[in-house]
């Protein structure tokens, strides 16, 4: 698999992670990978052949080609039909909400083809623009100047929100709300309401995905095996909170993490 990451134009490094990008040939007996929650909000476009995304243990659909996949709160499993050959924009929690008028809410946990969120003409007009690019380099001008005409049209995140996101992102999704609000309580209802609008997911679901990320980036760098260790120098509770935490955005626990097959992808994407 050969998987490169591209930095933003400085104009949208405040929403924009990164671009990557995926290329892989087709296979003979390809494997299911797991992916799991990392706290952002990403849009694809599939330039290979058809991705499926299981939604049981035989069931599946076909990812839209050109979608954007909201915040997802458990793991699930993908696997392509073929040659591998995916572009994509990797937001902050935050910054896709600054390019669309509906409720990211409405996007958690599901592919939204990009037509309902920019229409069919606008949307048709983008696909076909990063289909016939001649080079990542061209798609990535494509898709910002995209971007930066809609930032435009918009006015910037709520502070709220996004003192909130920083101070997550900050402390590796240790900062208690309470904390971030300065005992100010009277916030946080209007806080709940704001992050569930804009981002999603709750403040505390959120920091709960980072602080695994934290813990995944040990566990997958090898700086330590220990779980122990790897639970204290995350803010963990104990090891059980830590186990029971990666349980269950991951699907099973840290050991079996390392040796398993179906997390290849998600390896590659969060080492």
Sequence with gaps: MNYQTFQPHPDLEAFVSCYWTLEAPAQNKTERQRIIPDGCIEMAFILGDDIKRYTSQDEFIFQ????????????FYI??????NTFAIRFYPYGFANFVNQPIKNLANKETPIDVLF?????????????????????????????????????TIDHIV??????????????SISTIL???????????????????????QLGKVIRLQTALKMLLNRKTENLTNIAYESDYFDQAHFIKDFKEFTGINPKAFLGNENMALSTLFYK
Excluded: C, W, Y
């Excluded at 696997?79 to 591998?84: A, H, L, S």
């Excluded at 696909?127 to 006015?155: S, V, Y």
């Excluded at 209802?189 to 505390?204: A, D, M, N, T, Y």
């Design 79 to 84: 696997e392509p039909t073929g040659k591998v």
């Design 162 to 175: 996004k003192h909130t996101i920083d101070a997550l992102l900050s402390s590796n999704g240790t900062a």
């Design 64 to 75: 839209p080609r050109a979608m954007v996949l909201g915040q997802i709160m458990k793991p």
């Design 119 to 155: 229409g069919a003409e606008k949307a048709k007009e983008l696909e076909q623009k990063i289909i016939e690019a001649k080079d990542d380099k061209h798609r990535i001008e494509i898709i910002e100047n995209f971007f930066l005409e809609k930032l435009n049209d918009k006015t």
């Design 182 to 204: 300065q005992q100010d309580l009277s916030k946080r209802r209007q806080l709940e309401r704001k992050f569930i609008k804009q981002i999603g997911v709750s403040p505390k």
